[in-house]
């Protein structure tokens, strides 16, 4: 990841902007890349982003925005970590390492992935019935894991109304899903 140049120092984040999104983000990076510190380094430079292009008081979704600049950003430190070479790890014994191979090999054939992959689709789908909100709502708390009170915080909504569109979400997907 480029580092700032010391001489341009950005300007400070806004106090909003840093108390609304801050707990979500640093939630978001420390799911997907288990390390605290980075996590905190990557919430930091996304904060920098949106704030320096200018653009969040005219977006109409702003937490789709801040999320679409936080996946580039983490997408673009995973790119740039390809390219420095692989991690360094701790190899397996042969035995070990042979019946994980095969356990994994097992777990993700082809097929599966593919079956998993359209079930995903339509589930988003038959959300995408209920709303933009109640859709976004609904998969930052069961699928990023994302505590009912960030989110609350994040869309600057009750507690109870997340919990409504949770619970929409989760009926709606029971009566289309619940016979299977």
């Given at each position: 990841m480029p580092i700032p140049n010391k001489d341009s120092a950005p300007a400070e984040?806004?106090?909003e902007l840093n108390a609304r999104f801050r707990g979500p983000?640093?939630?978001?990076?420390?799911?997907?890349?288990?390390?605290?510190?980075?996590a905190q380094d990557l919430t930091q430079e996304t904060l920098l982003r949106v704030f320096a292009a200018g653009q969040l008081r005219q977006v109409d979704e702003p937490e789709s925005y801040v999320f679409t600049v936080a996946t580039n950003l983490l997408r673009d430190q995973r790119?740039?970590?390809?390219?420095?070479?692989?991690?360094?790890?701790?190899?397996?014994?042969?035995d070990a390492g042979n019946e994980l191979e095969q356990h994994l090999v097992e777990e993700l054939s082809p097929e599966r992935v593919?079956?998993?992959?359209?079930?995903?689709?339509?589930?988003?789908c038959t959300l995408d019935e209920l709303g933009e909100r109640t859709r976004n709502i609904f998969v930052l708390f069961r699928l990023e894991r994302m505590?009912?009170?960030?989110i609350a915080a994040l869309y600057g909504i009750g507690l109870s109304t997340v919990e409504k569109h949770v619970m929409r979400a989760t009926l709606h997907?029971?009566?289309?899903?619940?016979d299977r």
């Open positions: 984040i806004p106090v983000l640093l939630s978001f990076f420390t799911r997907r890349t288990k390390d605290h510190a980075q790119r740039f970590q390809a390219r420095r070479g692989p991690v360094s790890f701790v190899p397996l014994d042969d593919l079956l998993s992959r359209d079930s995903l689709r339509d589930v988003l505590k009912q009170k960030e997907l029971a009566r289309r899903y619940g």
